[in-house]
């Protein structure tokens, strides 16, 4: 995008967006220099939440880090437990049972419809209509309830362990995940797409603003719906199966369009669509045990280990080396939200301030996720 | 007229009663509303159904400290809120709440608004730019630009009605339109010819939304990308003016939009007139202002002006155009 | 030619000297190749790693100059840069950055690039004029390992405060 009017360097000045700012969600600041309502430069300065969780693997062994794995995204927090499960699994060699594989599953794919959900109530939030946050909040409560009762905890879940989860699912839960999946989907056109998505004046608000182009999306490593706003067909679930999703049938939804419409569109059809998968995982849900017989003390071999998961926010991988000995020698965490903010200088120079901070949003920043 | 002594106490008092009871259970009414909108209760705690709520809103702003930041101009900054709130209430002077209760039926009683409704605008600019904040003095610049914008189509829109009742007297315009809804301005029938004046009663509305600062036009406190704009530095009764000037304007502006285009205390069936048809065409209006706010996401600053300028100002100049032909050509 | 291939025949051609090795198309299941990659005592040059072990496709352990070569022929191919993660190996005296690269397509192929360098000088050539995602990616591994991207934009603090005087992963670091 250029400025509409040749920029004066004289009359330009400096905002200060964040670390405390209602639209940040969080402590992120932005250090923008203005032109009157535009942008001309945009840099984000991260590191308002760092806590080092990567100097912390270090210091434990390998149980002792998972439940550090949910306090990077509390949103999809299940996600990162299952991410650093599978890496470890693989290192060591443990094989997981096939019912925990499915509880696994419908338990990241509830989590993840929470945090798409909370997404668009923070997204709407941030375009100024409060309403929706509450129609949201709703039905997130509903997921947390359901899974409150099978992991202990609401946000910072540390339901995975190496092998297997820590508790079995009951007929309750699975009776409750069927009446959500219904209830969800009877609320959805109406309340979500007839209220929110067709309104003319959030289509005005997103269409076409925050334009990514596929190739800037590969320069800066970006992924998930922010990809797939653009037009990449990525998806780890699919591109790079784990766990039992080969065996699920689902789509990825993939938009064109480049533009934070695109982005909403990805979002709100991902909800439908791991709605899908628990569905067919319930319905295929083995019996057996939920753990692997597994050591107390993990030893993994020498080696470098790569895993990745598709989290709500994109690919998070996690990178572990060991050294043979009973703590992690280096984990190393990809997350997705600090390649997808690495964009916004870029995008966001030319933009007015109004169109900024919606493009923000489209790119569902968490950021205890970036900043780890 | 009388000259009494009692008369101007009298309305002195009626009219900072009106308004005060208005700036304060208007925040109620919207919480509440904005409550069942979104499939809550609303406040219910601080008395029956919450309605101690204002009361204890304001004893809490009433008892914080107001905070002047260092280096600002301390004057102008603790002014602004008090002129947020006059104009507000001077206007009110002016509303004819039904035939025979209104404080003072001036010729140009229409024109008197409308130059209390810019003042208003300066409470924000003076308030923004004495903040000495960035947020808050884009915030400002924002509201001037868009009182300016829709000042434009609302005064066109308004000039047709004067033409119609050939007055700029409100208390003229609301007798002008009595005895039934088929007489009110909205569907006005001149010289056989209808007049489209639901055109200008759309365009009025809109304006008057974009006037008051409320949502989806709230662009000067939009608070995901503004903070809270020209409240930012405000805390304690200087950001508690602000709010009860606000709830005032709208309501000045419901009353406005009444008088003007809904027959002022005309009752729609030709009965008895009065002035609780007035009051519940206001209160409608504010709901439906409400109910907007609750129900719609913020647009952008420049589509607003974008807005005003290419869209309700051709179409109000139209609609002058148009009436004044029908009226006095046709 | 399946991707893999196609990536290691465009790698190898980055290492003329590597000749001596043998090409093998198929991964390397022996031991030999797995002590390769663990030990990191190897040739630098390209070779396969079992996925299902290591997830990762090809492991290239490369010269420190080398590293845009590679970062710019990986590009040319489609790839995209996951992250970097450095890595302290203080028994060896040495830290380690390691380049993690994926595609966006159905054709599976991650491929790990390694590089050693010297622990007191820490430096290696920027790889962000070819990929502008590595910027943060350089700075962050700056950040917790003090190795100077020569070259790089803007090589500042990013997570840790901008007066931090410490490189909080180093495992001599202590707090």
Known sequence: MTLP???????TFVLNLGPQHPATHGVLRVKLTM??????????????????????????????????????????????????????????????PERAEYIRVITVELNRIASHL????????????????????DDREQILDLLERITGSRLTYCYMRFGGVYNDIDDEFITGTRDFIKRLRSRMPSLYHDLVTHNIILIKRIKDIGFITAEQCRKYGATGPVARGSGIDYDVRKNEPFSIYPELDFDIPVYNECDSMARYMVRMDEIEQSLRIIEQALDKLPDGPVQAKVPKLLKPEEGYYYSAVETARGSLGHRLICDGGKTPYRLKLRSPTFSNLSLFGEVAEGMLLADALAFMGSLDLVIPEIDR | METSIWRPILYLVGIMAFAGLNAAYLGWCERKGAGRIQRRPGPKEVGFAGLLQPLADGIKLMTKQLMVPQ????????VAPVIAMIPAITSMVVIPFSGNIQARAMELSVLLIFALASLGMMAVLLGGWASGNKYAIISSARAVSQNLAYEIPMLLTVISIVMISGSMNLRDIAIDQQGGFWHWNIFRFENGHFLYMWIGFIIFFICSLAETNRAPFDMAE????????????????????????EYLNIVVGACLTATLFLGGWDCPFGLTPGVWWFLLKIYVLIF??????WTYPRTQIYRLLNLSWKILIPFSLVNVLVTAALIKVF | ????????????????EGENEPE???????????????????????????????GSHLDVLCENEQVVDIAGVLDKEGFFLETISGVDWLKQEQLEVVYDYTRYDHELCRVTVRTFISRTDPELPTISSVIPGANWHERETFDFYGVNFSGHPDLTRILLPEDADFHPLLKDYMP
């Open chain 1, 5 to 11: 009017v040749e920029l004066r360097h004289d009359e």
């Open chain 1, 35 to 96: 032109d009157g309502e535009y942008i001309v430069k945009a840099e984000p300065v991260l590191g308002y939440v760092h806590r080092m969780h990567e100097k912390l693997a270090e210091a434990g062994n390998f149980a002792q880090f998972m439940p550090n794995t949910a306090r990077m995204d509390y949103l999809h927090a299940l996600a990162f437990n299952q991410g650093y499960a599978l890496v470890v699994e693989k290192a060591a060699g443990i094989e997981v």
């Open chain 1, 118 to 137: 909370l997404w668009w109530a923070a997204f709407l939030l941030d375009l100024g209509g409060f309403t929706p946050l509450l129609y949201a909040f």
């Open chain 2, 71 to 78: 280096g600002v101009d301390g004057i102008i900054f603790r």
């Open chain 2, 222 to 245: 939009a608070e995901s990308e503004l903070v809270a704009g020209y409240m930012t530095e405000y805390g304690s009764m200087g950001f508690g003016l602000f709010m009860m000037g």
């Open chain 2, 288 to 293: 439906t202002v409400i109910w907007v706010r």
């Open chain 3, 1 to 16: 030619m399946n991707r893999i291939e196609k990536t290691q025949v465009a790698l190898a051609a980055l290492f003329p």
């Open chain 3, 24 to 54: 093998t198309v198929t991964p390397v299941e022996g031991d030999e190749a797995e002590e390769a990659v663990q030990t990191g005592q190897r040739q630098p040059g390209v070779q396969p790693t079992p996925y299902e072990k290591h």
